[in-house]
């Protein structure tokens, strides 16, 4: 999927009309659409190979006060990564929470609170908390905004993650070997311990792909709001000043994460659930 | 079973036809505030935009309303559509190529919307701009951003049922007797394809709304007349302020009903077969 990304954004960016003969609908100086060109490497063999060269020789891709080297790019990448895991946390706090409020109100007449609380939390969107938790932690450093921002990512994704193990944990509560643990004199405790969480994982895993994804999305409204210097706010910058090399490679870099992500969690289920490795082929 | 009967039987039924009916309401009313009772927003107990003091905040919050929820839906009705008529193409042309779109929808699909929704964006803005033959208005691109970036969701869960309709044995039956592929899916597999697009127009309206009020509120999106995203975006700074609340908490309040109903209107609107 990276090449693809990789080439897709790339011809696209390509194929924009940078420069016009008409001055009045000129947006960009002819010196600077020039500097994209050479960005780009158009006129070049290989030319898509271009920005990814400039990147890994240390030269600055794009314009010298809004362009980007390898090195602040990888700084950038690390910042959002970082904030995202704190996010995949808090996200996991969230979702356990959720899943206990589900099982606790299921038959009660809260019920209908918890079946909301998934709407009210998709039904806001990222910048909305961003916006009312700025006044308080934008530029208070202490890694204050940093934990703000990971803090209104996490709670789209945990609803979701609490409402999966919720279903995986009903499900699970169900089987026979959970009434034969229970009978057999095992402590509850130890019955979801040893035998219904193990199960309950493989679930929770499957869908770290998507919340992954939903985190990193989300970092982009959340860093623009709270001002943090990183990644999501790179690229929100990128496009709003066409800065046209950059998007190509903060695109192909975003896939990239993206990939490495579903690649970590397979190797994760592979370590932690033995049925992936029973049914891998010999 | 009479409706009301089946809505006390089926608790999904039942939120779905009240997300169904919130969606006409903020529909209706935010259109006849904004084209017809304009000067019933004068009088707006919110008082005058901080920003725009010509305007007042009903003004702006019902107006961004009313095109959110018509860019919504007019962008989850074209990806619905393009995801149907790549979901029967598929089916229809072999299983090689049935395979590799849907491999292809699958990674499209794996891309968050907002990262697909601003490159986009940026490249029919900069066309449109700069080359005539390709000026859309705003709104339009908005639309078909949307539907390019919605497709692979619906065009996926749609080849999978219609893969499953095909086996049904009224399917294999009709297959049997000569039926052509055009029969096929306007006689046998459209009426048990129906319900469910409805049910994926319905559950792609909030996802995006949500995208356009992100993209919109970063600025990326031109729109005018202003959506609510783009109200937002250009407003939230008004919280610095001691009245500012007054500005941002109905346009956020309406995104999150707009979205909260849309939701519930696209969980099932399938009813249970008679009999």
């Given at each position: 999927m990276v090449p693809i990304v990789a080439l897709a954004s790339y011809f696209l960016m390509a194929a924009l009309p940078l420069s016009t003969e008409d001055e009045s609908k000129r947006q960009l100086p002819p010196e600077l659409v020039a500097s994209y060109r050479r960005d780009l490497g158009m006129g070049e063999p290989l030319g898509f190979l271009r920005p990814w060269k400039k990147l890994f020789a240390g030269q600055r891709l794009g314009t010298s006060a809004q362009g980007i080297t390898g090195d602040e790019l990888l700084t950038k990448i690390s910042g959002s990564v970082a904030v995202g895991l704190v996010a995949l946390a808090l996200a996991l706090v969230w979702a356990f929470a959720y899943a206990l409020l589900r099982l606790r109100t299921r038959l009660s007449r809260l019920s209908p609170l918890s079946d909301l609380l998934p709407a009210l939390a998709f039904g806001t969107p990222v910048f909305i908390p961003a916006l009312l938790l700025?006044?308080?932690?934008?530029?208070?450093?202490?890694?204050?905004?940093?934990?703000?921002?990971?803090?209104?990512?996490?709670?789209?994704?945990?609803?979701?993650?609490?409402?999966?193990?919720?279903?995986?944990?009903?499900?699970e509560l169900t089987r026979d070997y959970v009434r034969t643990a229970i009978g057999k004199g095992l402590p509850r405790s130890a019955t979801?311990?040893?035998?219904?969480?193990?199960?309950?994982?493989p679930a929770v895993l499957d869908s770290i792909g998507p919340v992954a994804t939903a985190l990193l999305a989300g970092s982009f409204a959340a860093e623009r709001v709270l001002g943090l210097p990183y990644f999501g706010q790179l690229y929100v910058m990128a496009v709003l000043q066409k800065q046209v090399a950059v998007v190509v490679v903060a695109t192909t870099a975003f896939a990239a994460i993206l990939v490495a992500v579903a690649i970590a969690v397979e190797l994760l289920r592979w370590l932690i659930d033995p049925r992936s490795r029973a049914s891998a082929p010999s | 079973m009479s409706p009301v009967q089946r809505m006390r039987t089926f608790p999904r039924a039942r939120a779905s036809l009240i997300g169904a009916a919130l969606l006409a309401a903020l529909w209706i009313s935010s259109f006849a505030l904004s084209h017809w009772l304009a000067p019933l927003e004068r009088h707006c107990p919110l008082g005058r935009d901080?920003?725009?003091?010509?305007?007042?905040?009903?003004?702006l919050a019902f107006g961004g309303l009313w095109v959110s929820l018509s860019l919504g839906v007019a962008a989850g009705a074209l990806s619905t559509i393009l995801g149907l008529l790549l979901a029967v193409a598929?089916?229809?042309?072999?299983?090689?190529?049935?395979?590799?779109?849907?491999?292809?929808?699958?990674?499209?699909?794996?891309?968050?919307d907002v990262l697909v929704l601003m490159v986009v964006q940026f490249a029919g803005q900069t066309l449109s701009d700069l080359d005539p033959r390709?000026?859309?208005?705003?709104?339009?691109?908005?639309?078909?951003?949307?539907?390019?970036?919605?497709?692979?969701?619906?065009?996926?869960?749609?080849r999978n049922r219609l893969e499953t309709l095909e086996q049904e044995d009224f399917v294999r039956a009709a297959k049997a007797l000569g039926a052509g592929r055009l029969h096929l899916i306007r006689r046998h597999l459209w009426?048990?394809?129906?319900?469910?697009?409805g049910a994926i127009f319905l559950s792609r309206v909030p996802a995006a709304v949500l995208a356009e009020s992100t993209v919109s509120f970063f600025g990326i999106a031109r729109m005018e007349p202003?959506?609510?995203?783009?109200?937002?975006?250009?407003?939230?700074?008004?919280?610095?302020?001691?009245?500012?609340?007054?500005?941002?908490?109905?346009?956020?309040?309406?995104?999150?009903?707009?979205?909260?109903?849309?939701?519930?209107?696209?969980?099932?609107?399938?009813w249970p077969r008679r009999g």
């Amino acid at each position: 999927m990276v090449p693809i990304v990789a080439l897709a954004s790339y011809f696209l960016m390509a194929a924009l009309p940078l420069s016009t003969e008409d001055e009045s609908k000129r947006q960009l100086p002819p010196e600077l659409v020039a500097s994209y060109r050479r960005d780009l490497g158009m006129g070049e063999p290989l030319g898509f190979l271009r920005p990814w060269k400039k990147l890994f020789a240390g030269q600055r891709l794009g314009t010298s006060a809004q362009g980007i080297t390898g090195d602040e790019l990888l700084t950038k990448i690390s910042g959002s990564v970082a904030v995202g895991l704190v996010a995949l946390a808090l996200a996991l706090v969230w979702a356990f929470a959720y899943a206990l409020l589900r099982l606790r109100t299921r038959l009660s007449r809260l019920s209908p609170l918890s079946d909301l609380l998934p709407a009210l939390a998709f039904g806001t969107p990222v910048f909305i908390p961003a916006l009312l938790l700025a006044p308080y932690a934008a530029e208070r450093g202490h890694l204050i905004p940093e934990l703000a921002a990971a803090l209104v990512i996490s709670w789209w994704p945990g609803v979701l993650l609490g409402s999966l193990i919720t279903a995986a944990l009903t499900s699970e509560l169900t089987r026979d070997y959970v009434r034969t643990a229970i009978g057999k004199g095992l402590p509850r405790s130890a019955t979801l311990r040893r035998h219904v969480i193990p199960n309950v994982v493989p679930a929770v895993l499957d869908s770290i792909g998507p919340v992954a994804t939903a985190l990193l999305a989300g970092s982009f409204a959340a860093e623009r709001v709270l001002g943090l210097p990183y990644f999501g706010q790179l690229y929100v910058m990128a496009v709003l000043q066409k800065q046209v090399a950059v998007v190509v490679v903060a695109t192909t870099a975003f896939a990239a994460i993206l990939v490495a992500v579903a690649i970590a969690v397979e190797l994760l289920r592979w370590l932690i659930d033995p049925r992936s490795r029973a049914s891998a082929p010999s | 079973m009479s409706p009301v009967q089946r809505m006390r039987t089926f608790p999904r039924a039942r939120a779905s036809l009240i997300g169904a009916a919130l969606l006409a309401a903020l529909w209706i009313s935010s259109f006849a505030l904004s084209h017809w009772l304009a000067p019933l927003e004068r009088h707006c107990p919110l008082g005058r935009d901080l920003l725009r003091p010509d305007q007042t905040v009903c003004e702006l919050a019902f107006g961004g309303l009313w095109v959110s929820l018509s860019l919504g839906v007019a962008a989850g009705a074209l990806s619905t559509i393009l995801g149907l008529l790549l979901a029967v193409a598929a089916r229809s042309a072999g299983r090689a190529v049935d395979r590799w779109s849907m491999r292809l929808a699958d990674a499209f699909f794996s891309l968050p919307d907002v990262l697909v929704l601003m490159v986009v964006q940026f490249a029919g803005q900069t066309l449109s701009d700069l080359d005539p033959r390709f000026r859309v208005s705003p709104p339009l691109l908005m639309v078909l951003s949307l539907a390019i970036v919605g497709w692979s969701g619906p065009a996926r869960m749609l080849r999978n049922r219609l893969e499953t309709l095909e086996q049904e044995d009224f399917v294999r039956a009709a297959k049997a007797l000569g039926a052509g592929r055009l029969h096929l899916i306007r006689r046998h597999l459209w009426p048990g394809l129906r319900e469910y697009t409805g049910a994926i127009f319905l559950s792609r309206v909030p996802a995006a709304v949500l995208a356009e009020s992100t993209v919109s509120f970063f600025g990326i999106a031109r729109m005018e007349p202003m959506s609510l995203g783009r109200y937002l975006g250009t407003s939230y700074s008004s919280l610095l302020y001691p009245s500012g609340a007054r500005i941002v908490l109905p346009a956020w309040g309406m995104l999150v009903v707009l979205v909260l109903a849309a939701s519930l209107a696209g969980r099932q609107v399938q009813w249970p077969r008679r009999g």
